[in-house]
């Protein structure tokens, strides 16, 4: 299966994506910036606007960025008073030193940065920060480490729990030129689910996405079955248990 294939995959189920998948914890956001409110930030690989919004309410000023159509669609239907372009990671339609910050929710690990690296440099002002954010299950919650294993990786993959994540984007930034060292930092987070409402998030995955729609339900229901057999998500409301994640860098 291509990095392409799944890389396009949101576009056919925008609208899910946008009903489904979490915000971001806001202290994570402050933490990524490390800006001070009303300062230029970038919205890189945008989806549905998901962290638009939590740079809002944070207080910045956001121009999100989007290659796939009906994601951005999406992002401008729910969110009319977001500058929101066209454009990719490795060709930002966006003047030299244009933002303060550059920031990608769920998408750093789609771009390719031995293009896309020099382009954010571009379009940074000296000094600028870049970080990617993901949200992530934790997995040290048996019923999460269970749900993992039940699911597989086309449900939740090599970045959406925890001790993956910590991982995965450990060195994610190391070839990127033009950027200092990076770290990492995790902030408490949570989305509020139903069995039904979890199973539909999973759903959203590109994993999930892409796969024969026979399997794809087979995956869905033995994924639905368990969570109703769990007491801790049969009946009603859960909180799922979360982080969001943050790898940031600054441009040197």
Do not use: C
């Not at 954010?120 to 999460?144: C, Q, S």
């Not at 699911?151 to 939740?156: N, Q, Y």
């Not at 087979?218 to 368990?226: K, Q, T, V, Y």
């Amino acid at each position: 299966m291509t990095e392409q294939l799944l890389r396009s995959s949101f576009g056919a189920a925008a609208a899910a994506y946008a009903e489904h998948r979490p915000d971001y914890a806001q202290a994570a956001v402050r933490w990524a910036l490390d800006v001070a409110p009303g300062q230029r930030v970038l919205d890189l690989g945008a989806g549905t606007g998901k962290l638009s919004a939590t740079l809002l309410a944070v207080g910045v000023d956001v121009v999100a960025v989007e290659p796939d159509p009906a994601m951005l669609a999406e992002l401008r239907r729910a969110m009319p008073a977001v500058r929101a372009l066209p454009g990719s990671a490795e060709v930002i339609p966006l003047p030299d030193a244009s933002v303060d910050a550059v920031l990608a929710g769920n998408a750093l690990h789609w771009f390719d940065m031995a293009v896309a690296g020099p382009e954010i440099a571009r379009v940074l002002a000296p000094g600028g920060v870049l970080a990617g954010l993901w949200n992530v299950m934790d997995d040290r919650i048996d019923w999460v480490a269970d749900l993992e294993r039940v699911s597989g990786s086309a449900a939740i993959g090599p970045r959406d729990t925890l001790s993956a994540w910590r991982t995965a984007t450990a060195d994610m930034l190391g070839p990127a030129v033009r950027f200092g060292s990076s770290e990492q930092a995790e902030f408490p987070h949570g989305q509020r689910r139903t069995a039904e409402s979890l199973v539909a998030t999973l759903a959203t995955r590109a994993g999930m996405l892409v796969m024969p729609e026979a399997d794809r339900e087979a995956l869905l229901g033995r994924i639905r079955s368990f969570l109703e057999s769990r007491p801790d998500t049969a009946e009603g409301e859960f909180t799922l248990p979360m982080l969001t994640g943050v790898l940031r860098a600054r441009r040197q």
